[in-house]
């Protein structure tokens, strides 16, 4: 006789839509890819490309070498710039080399490039809202003269913030932080300086905007929450603070091999989503493991469709993929 199946409980598992890639991390990746295609291995890539270890991995496989300067690279191979933007002295050293480089930054953390040059250019004093030490800061802090841009991280650095002019401040933020920690910064700027000059269109991105969104909607829902992606990434470590925030247990993780099923010993209903950087795929593998112990009914939830895609670099556009 066949043993009896044994007794799965029912677990509703709510998907967060959107989840996962954007265009930026899309496009971001597609110019690596190209790149090996177009040019042969080893291409090499400065920081990792998007902040997801899978990526990185798979990435590698493929024949991308990761490194952190621009002379750990030979001069006879291609190099990628990460999403995250550099600052201008890396392009500039590259050419000074006669380096082949290709700039993968997000086309909206170069958008916040441009505006701090705008500001810079109209003489305005420039804060930044953003996280010490992130790539993207430290790319955005780079296109500019050293003191010309004043890191703010919270809303004490707001308040303690003494311009040389009051009357004369604009500010810029990262594109992948809290909407509503950032919001609490921008507000205490503007209790203090009424005149401070804003983006003309927010500076966090659309994509972190969405998921965060989707995860409120996901969490208010959930008994306990899961965000695919790794601990470097600040999408996903800011998805992460957003679902503690409207209510939910929320757990970080790499992939399936992070899931501790102890998490959902008394969740009937858990949520699913992903960082800007994490692929499908991560998640599709929770989804089976959660299966192999429960009996597992999905069910997706859209806050919002996705449509944004980015053009590469010339140089790929033409390249047919592999």
């Keep these: 006789m066949s043993q009896p199946h044994a007794f799965r409980p029912p677990l509703t598992v709510l998907l967060a839509t959107p989840r996962g890639f954007c265009a930026g991390v899309d496009r971001a990746i597609q110019i690596v890819e190209r790149a090996i295609a177009k040019y042969g291995a080893p291409v090499y890539v400065r920081h990792e490309i998007v902040h997801n270890r899978h990526v990185v991995e798979r ?16 001069l006879d191979r291609p190099v990628v710039f990460s999403a995250h ?17 290709l700039d993968a930054t997000c086309p ?14 109209a003489g305005r004093e420039i804060v930044l809202i953003g996280h010490a030490g992130h ?6 802090m ?6 010309a841009v004043v890191l703010i991280e919270t809303t004490e650095d707001a308040r303690a913030f003494t311009p040389r002019d009051p009357s004369n401040v604009a500010f810029v933020t990262q594109t992948t932080l809290s909407v509503d920690d950032t919001a609490e910064i921008v507000a205490a700027l503007r209790a203090r300086f009424p005149a401070i000059a804003a983006p003309h269109k927010e500076d966090i991105c659309y994509a972190t905007t969405n998921r965060q969104e989707a995860v409120k909607a996901v969490a208010a829902r959930s008994d306990v929450l899961l965000v695919l992606g790794s601990a470097n990434s600040s999408n996903s470590v800011r998805l992460a603070e957003v679902a503690r925030r409207a209510g939910s247990a929320a757990y970080l993780i790499d992939d399936a091999d992070g899931l501790d099923l102890a998490w959902l010993s008394r969740a009937a209903v858990v949520g699913v989503t992903a960082g800007a950087s994490a692929p499908e795929v991560l998640v599709q593998g929770v989804i089976g493991r959660l ?3 429960y009996e597992v009914s ?14 590469l670099p010339r140089l790929l556009e033409s390249l047919s993929q592999s």
Excluded: N, W
Aim: proline share 7%; charged share 30%; with cysteine.
């Design 59 to 74: 990435l590698k496989a493929l024949g991308a070498i990761f490194v952190e300067e621009l002379d750990e690279c030979p």
């Design 85 to 101: 933007g550099v600052p201008k002295a890396v392009p500039a050293e590259a050419k000074s080399r006669r380096m082949l480089y």
């Design 108 to 121: 909206l953390v170069s958008k916040v490039h441009v505006e701090a040059g705008r500001h810079f250019d």
């Design 135 to 140: 790539p993207e800061v430290v790319g955005t």
């Design 142 to 147: 780079g296109q500019l003269p050293e003191g």
């Design 291 to 293: 299966a192999q112990s």
């Design 298 to 311: 999905v069910e997706e939830i859209d806050a919002k469709r996705e449509t944004v895609s980015f053009k």
